[in-house]
Every structure is written in structure tokens, then in C-alpha cells.
């Protein structure tokens, strides 16, 4: 398989770390041993673990007011794909990539296919895109596309999600990630309940359209471009319309699209009791919907959503298979040194969940014994993996220190050079 870093690079940064990595490993090891616990077991769940990229992740975001681009950003979707092939290559946690339409659409799906599977990479769901207009587009979006009053513009947006479908369909995807920012700005503006019926029929439109194989996942989102009603704003109004159109309907969490404090990992617990957890999308927020690096501001919140995830797990078995996609945007730093430390976060919190005693907190809980079932959650939280972590990608055959090689390859400086800036270049937006 080709790499995009050499592979000698990635050896002789491992073996200068090795060393200090058994040491801490095996200090790790017998602490959770005295635990019950058997540290090769969660090295090899560790190595399991998979979270989707974002294609538009590998461009600087920016916000509202400015983008500040850094050097050798990719320029087009093949070099977003280089960069996404660096990330997995360093951190072995990031097998796929989430394409966004219009944004990524090449004259060339077969190249991507080829390039993607030289690098070990796959295709995740593909995300539509009806918050903005695009050249020559006939209809505006101004005023709503799945809930438009008009019927050409609704029209249009249907037909926009099933061409997503159609071209996730040539790369291999196997789901449609649909969020709008449709919504009212004035109270007034629109008839609430005729802008979620309209939605419906216009859903029901793609749902159609879906390959017998494929989900289709219903993003909420509290607020913004909508500032006074969004359409689908949050996890009830996207659980009833995933009811209404089927079993191929879900519902994905954005960490970021909710207020301030409201209570994540109990709407990721009532989505799965009612079957319709699809999916997430894993950023940070300190106010709104801030993109920030996932676990950046609240990593005890990631922690316990993965904590009701290892209860359905345990509940049902393999056969819940929620998609974990990175959906940040990245102002200040370098977005693959971004992207690869929040797929590690997110790791992390997939093995700290599994240092959960199950058992024990189900027996606290019976007994009404709050401070040690709480104690007991605090435990696990508290238990640095990163020896952990770092083994699984020694041993996966990427970095012990994925930040730390990527430097030391200078990737970034070569970039910089091979990818002067060009007009027209590839949209980054965020959702
Ligand atoms: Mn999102």
C-alpha cells in the first residue's frame, strides 16, 4: 500500500520512543491488572476503533467575520484525500473520508476510488449542501430549499441530495447526511408547522431515492443561519421526521448543535432506546456552534456519551454500528495536527468507556449507592490510556506520537511549496 510519509520516517520516529512506551505501558498494565483488567484486551479494541474524516476538516474553516488560511492547504479534492491519507497513515484511526457536494465533485470519481484505496482509505456518507447558493444555480436558497414556499426551489434541493446519492454511490458510500439551515429569522417569517410539512414531502422525495443498503442520517441543529426558528432544530423534531419516513432514517448528534449544558448523553441514550441513533459528528463548544477540536472544552461530556454507547453495546451486541465522522473547523492550527489529535480524543474516550465496571455501577445503581456509582464513572475518566493508545498505533504501523512525526516529515513546508494558492480553489465551510 502507498504512504504518503515514508514509512522509514514513521519506523525511526517509533523507535526513539519505543523504549519509554513499554516502560509506561507495562506501569499502566499493572494498575489495571490489580483492576481486573487486562490491558492487551483494550490495546486490541483500541485498534479497532474508526472515525470518519471530513473532507472540508483539512482547510482552515474560519467563521463568520474572516478566514485566515495557512500554508499548502489542499487545493482540490484529491489533495484534501493526500491529506487525509496522512492523518490515518500517523494515527490508524481514520480508515474514511465524508465527502461534501458540491464542494468535492470531480470529473474523476475513478481516480479518487483508486487513490483512496491505494491509501487504505474508504468513503463514508456523503453530506449534501442546500445552506448555499452555487454558480449558475437557478433557484436561490435565500429563503429555504427543503421547506422553500416555492416549489422549484424545493424541487431543486431534492434533486441536489439525490445527485449526492448518486455520486456517493460511485465512490462506494453507503449513507446521505442531510442538514439544513432552513428556518425562520422573525417570528412571523413562515407558518412553523407548513415549513416542516413541506420538509417532510421533500425528504420523503430522497428518501426514495435511497439504494436499499444505504441510511439516510437527519442532522439537527440548534440555531444559525436560522436565529429565531430553525426547521429542524433539535432531537425530537429530527426523531419524529425520521419516524415519518423509515427505517432507513436516523438521527446524527452534532456535539456542537446544542445549547449550552443541555445534557448530550441522554438524548444519545433515548435515540438508541427508540432505535434511531445513527450517527455523530464530534466537535467541541463553549457557547454555540463552535467547531472547536473534539474534547478541547469538555472531555468529561465526550467520556460519558461514550459511556451510553458501551451500555447499548452491551445491550445489543455488534450489531449497533453508529458512523463516527470529526466535523470542526480549524482557524488557529494546523488542521491535520487538528484532526489527528481529536480522532485521539475520541479514541480515547472509546477505551476509557470500556475501563467501565459495568457490573458494579448496575450494583451501585440497584442500591441507591450514588457516590460510588458516580465514583465509579470518575474512575474510569480519570485513567490515563494515552499508553494505550500509543501502543495500538505501534502497533497499527502508525506513530507512537502522530503531532510529534508529523513535524519532524516537514509535510507541511513541502506543501507550501507544491500547493501555491489558485483562484477557484475548493470550498472548506463547516456544518
Ligand atoms: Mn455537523
Redesign the pocket.
Known amino acids: 500500500m502507498d504512504k504518503v510519509i515514508d514509512h522509514g520516517q514513521v519506523a525511526e520516529h517509533n523507535a526513539k520512543l519505543q523504549q519509554n512506551l513499554d516502560a509506561d505501558y507495562a506501569a499502566l498494565g499493572s494498575i489495571l491488572a490489580r483492576r481486573g483488567q487486562d490491558i492487551e484486551q483494550l490495546t486490541a479494541k483500541a485498534q479497532t476503533f474508526a472515525v470518519a474524516l471530513p473532507s472540508w476538516g483539512v482547510g482552515t474553516g474560519g467563521t463568520r467575520f474572516a478566514r485566515f488560511p495557512g500554508k499548502g492547504e489542499p487545493r482540490d479534492v484529491m489533495e484534501k484525500l493526500e491529506d487525509c491519507a496522512v492523518i490515518h497513515q500517523l494515527t490508524q484511526a481514520t480508515p474514511t473520508v465524508s465527502l461534501h457536494f458540491p464542494w468535492d465533485k470531480s470529473s474523476d470519481p475513478a481516480a479518487m476510488r483508486e487513490f483512496a484505496s491505494k491509501h487504505g482509505l474508504g468513503f463514508d456518507t456523503v453530506n449534501s449542501n442546500t445552506f448555499q447558493d452555487q454558480a449558475n444555480q437557478e433557484q436561490t436558497y435565500k429563503f429555504g430549499s427543503l421547506t422553500a414556499n416555492a416549489k422549484a426551489v424545493r424541487e431543486q434541493a431534492v434533486a441536489h441530495n439525490i445527485e449526492c446519492i448518486e455520486l456517493g454511490r460511485a465512490l462506494g458510500s453507503k449513507g446521505l ?1 442531510v ?1 439544513v439551515g432552513d428556518g425562520a429569522n422573525f417570528p412571523g417569517q413562515h407558518n412553523l408547522r407548513g415549513a416542516l410539512e413541506r420538509y417532510l414531502d421533500s425528504m420523503r422525495d430522497i428518501y426514495k431515492a435511497l439504494p436499499a443498503d444505504w441510511l439516510m442520517y437527519i ?1 439537527h ?1 440548534l440555531f444559525e443561519p436560522a436565529f429565531y426558528a430553525t426547521t429542524i432544530a433539535d432531537w425530537g423534531t429530527s426523531y419524529a421526521c425520521a419516524n415519518e419516513l423509515g427505517p432507513k432514517a436516523k438521527c ?1 448528534v ?1 456535539l ?2 446544542h445549547a449550552p449544558n443541555t445534557n448530550i448523553e441522554m438524548i444519545v441514550a433515548r435515540l438508541a432506546q427508540f432505535g434511531k441513533l445513527g450517527g455523530f ?1 464530534f ?1 467541541d463548544s463553549k457557547y454555540g456552534d463552535d467547531d472547536l477540536d473534539s474534547g478541547s472544552i469538555n472531555p468529561f461530556q465526550l467520556f460519558l456519551i461514550f459511556n451510553e454507547l458501551a451500555d447499548v453495546a452491551q445491550r445489543d451486541g455488534d450489531a449497533f454500528k453508529p458512523s463516527y ?1 470529526l ?1 470542526q473547523s480549524h482557524n488557529v492550527t494546523d488542521p491535520i495536527e487538528s484532526l489527528m489529535s481529536s480522532a485521539i480524543e475520541v479514541q480515547r474516550s472509546f477505551v476509557q468507556s470500556a475501563l467501565v465496571d459495568r457490573k458494579a455501577l448496575s450494583a451501585y445503581q440497584e442500591n441507591n449507592d450514588v457516590l460510588l456509582a458516580a465514583q465509579t464513572l470518575k474512575q474510569a475518566f480519570r485513567t490515563d490510556v494515552s499508553p494505550i493508545l500509543a501502543m495500538a498505533r505501534a502497533r497499527s504501523g502508525a506513530a507512537i506520537d502522530p503531532v510529534a512525526c508529523y513535524r519532524a516529515t516537514g509535510y507541511r513546508e513541502k506543501q507550501a511549496t507544491l500547493r501555491p494558492p489558485k483562484a477557484g480553489a475548493s470550498g472548506s465551510g ?2
Open positions: 447526511t442538514w442532522e441543529k446524527l452534532d456542537g448543535h459528528h466537535n465522522m466535523d463547516i456544518v
